[in-house]
């Protein structure tokens, strides 16, 4: 390309307005801005069964999800928009897929189908460390996030696979993935986690809610349930073409070196289910809601309009020991929210859930009146009011739900510093980040053994907020304390990249904060804010178990931890994590 052509399309891009297809930020957001809001009613997504009860048992179940390539319609106004949905079938499939409800104990077994096309509607930036079928198609393979469970079903971004299995990736093992649900009832989703195409699949609708269930265990709770009363909502952003379909830009900040890669997404149009700024009907009662923030790059800090309080009973995939109320949170990429709302004391008959996160987060932009709205709940006007077939005593929330053992710290088997860095080209622009200054692709250099905890050091060297995922273990986060003297620290480990040497005890000796009450529980993602240094321990066994993994943990291809923005998962931001016996 002209140099001269070059530069002047970096110099577009950095100013945010002109791409290649010439569709501007200012078009982008008049699309979304033509868009009334709180007009298509928040859907009900279909429920599948990962158990069978036959003969007055529970036994496993087989299921066979499809990923397809079909039209959605976001929202009233907007034509159908080309997506990759899941499904049981074409007809069937939707953005997000199915809620997969299993039940503690009884084995899921799913065969996951890749049916996509040749092409992907969105762009692939084949410049990343990605996926290369040499046979042509859109590899795919689907991670359940949050799971615990053998790595050979984990979903391992080289264990990707094309349509019909015609082409697949060095770490595939096999077509039926098996989820043992041995695990802690709660929340997980599932989603696709191709090596180089995360972001993309994703954006192109690849997401769903999976919960795992134990009646014995929750029942007593006394929270709320059944389908009206217990919603999973999905939450996610778009920007959307004048002809409805899905825009993601297709020129890179850095277009000399990733033609196509930018360092996050964000879209005008907050999704909910499915549907842009939806509504739903509510009774004057408690509500729980699964709040899963499947976005690539937003954080939410949600709040209710009229000024209710929310009160989190779980968070990511398991319940907290006590109730925890609170008026607004923070949600970051790929957390869960678990939360109870009671209407009953609205003094208003409608109410938006906000979100006032700046983009990106945390000294990004403010929002503004599209991505400041989330979605809106209209309330029954009968004041005080208990829906038919409930009593008082059904709707209270306990003042304990569950406690799970906590490791101590002295007990831990090993420490570790984890340091997050980003590179940029010199006109200032992100090229890509590493963890501890390794592409994913270097030797595994954490080697946890099962049935230990240990301790991690998370030193922030960017000025985003990282959401680290580790799969297969679960963490308490102990402390953030700030960075003293960050640049002089930062010019050590961007020489050195070791904290030790570059004297992390000096540093380390800022304010230091707490978790948030709702997230002091246990974890499998939380947000490392920027300049600090955030400690968390991880345990490598089962909830109230200090033993081995009942399926072999060591075997290949292992498993991994990463950020999880996923324009930085996609561009080097992930590590192999190998478990030993």
Request: charged letters at 20%; one cysteine or more; hydrophobic letters at 35%.
């Amino acid at each position: 390309m002209n140099i001269c052509v070059l530069k002047l399309l970096c110099f577009f891009c950095f100013l945010g307005f002109l791409v290649v297809d010439g569709v501007t930020d200012e078009s982008l957001h008049k699309v979304a801005a033509s868009l009334q809001m709180f007009v298509d009613e928040l859907p009900h997504m279909p429920k599948l069964k990962g158990y069978l009860f036959e003969e007055g048992k529970l036994k496993p179940a087989e299921l066979r999800i499809g990923m397809f390539q079909k039209k959605w319609k976001f929202h009233r106004d907007l034509p159908p928009a080309t997506v990759f949905a899941y499904g049981a079938s074409k007809g069937t499939a939707t953005v997000p897929g199915p809620t997969i409800e299993s039940i503690q104990g009884i084995d899921t077994l799913v065969r996951w189908e890749n049916h996509l096309p040749a092409q992907h509607f969105l762009p692939w930036d084949r410049t990343l460390k990605t996926a290369h079928p040499k046979l042509g198609g859109i590899p795919s393979v689907v991670h359940l996030h949050g799971g615990i469970h053998e790595p050979e079903s984990d979903g391992h971004s080289l264990a990707w696979f094309t349509a019909g299995f015609k082409e697949t990736g060095p770490a595939w093992k096999k077509a039926r993935y098996h989820y043992n649900n041995i695990q802690h009832p709660g929340n997980l989703w599932y989603h696709d986690h191709a090596l180089g195409l995360t972001r993309v699949n994703l954006l192109a609708g690849l997401i769903g809610a999976y919960v795992i269930r134990n009646p014995k265990v929750e029942k007593p709770l006394g929270l709320p349930s059944g389908p009206e009363y217990d919603r999973n909502l999905i939450v996610f952003d778009r920007s959307f073409a004048t002809d409805g379909s899905i825009y993601m830009n297709s020129t890179g900040n850095n277009p000399s070196i990733h033609p196509q890669w930018q360092p996050e997404y964000f879209g005008n149009a907050i999704i909910v289910n499915g549907k842009a700024w939806p509504y739903m009907k509510v009774k004057r009662r408690k509500y729980r809601f699964r709040i899963v923030n499947a976005s690539n790059a937003r954080f939410y800090r949600f709040a209710l309009s009229n000024g209710l309080s929310m009160t989190f009973v779980g968070s990511d995939s398991a319940y907290l020991p006590a109730p925890v109320t609170v008026k607004k949170f923070l949600l970051g990429p790929s957390e869960i929210a678990d939360i109870v709302v009671d209407f009953n004391y609205s003094a208003t008959e409608e109410a938006s859930l906000t979100n006032d996160a700046p983009y990106p987060y945390p000294s990004g932009d403010p929002v503004d009146n599209l991505n400041g709205k989330v979605m809106k709940f209209l309330i029954e006007t009968t004041m005080g009011a208990v829906s038919s077939g409930e009593n008082r005593s059904s709707t209270r929330i306990p003042e304990k739900l569950i406690e799970y053992r906590r490791p101590r710290k002295k007990n831990a088997a090993q420490t570790r510093y984890v340091a997050m860095y980003e590179y940029e080209s010199a006109s200032g622009e992100p090229t890509h980040l590493f963890i501890n200054g390794l592409p994913f692709d270097a030797q595994v250099t954490e080697t946890p053994r099962q049935g230990t905890s240990e301790i991690w050091h998370v030193i922030n060297l960017t000025e985003d907020n990282h959401p680290l995922h580790i799969h297969l273990g679960l963490f308490i986060v102990l402390e953030q304390t700030e960075l003293l003297k960050m640049e002089e620290f930062k010019s050590c480990m961007q020489k050195n990249n070791d904290a030790l040497k570059c004297e992390i005890q000096k540093h380390a000796k800022g304010k230091v904060m707490a978790a948030p009450a709702q997230e002091r529980g246990w974890k499998n993602v939380f947000k490392m804010k920027p300049g600090h240094m955030t400690t968390i321990l991880v345990q490598f066994s089962l909830l109230n178990s200090q033993h081995r993994y009942p399926f072999n943990a060591s075997a290949e291809p292992g498993y991994v931890y990463h950020c999880h923005i996923l324009d930085h998962e996609d561009n080097e931001m992930m590590r192999p994590l190998k478990i030993r016996s």
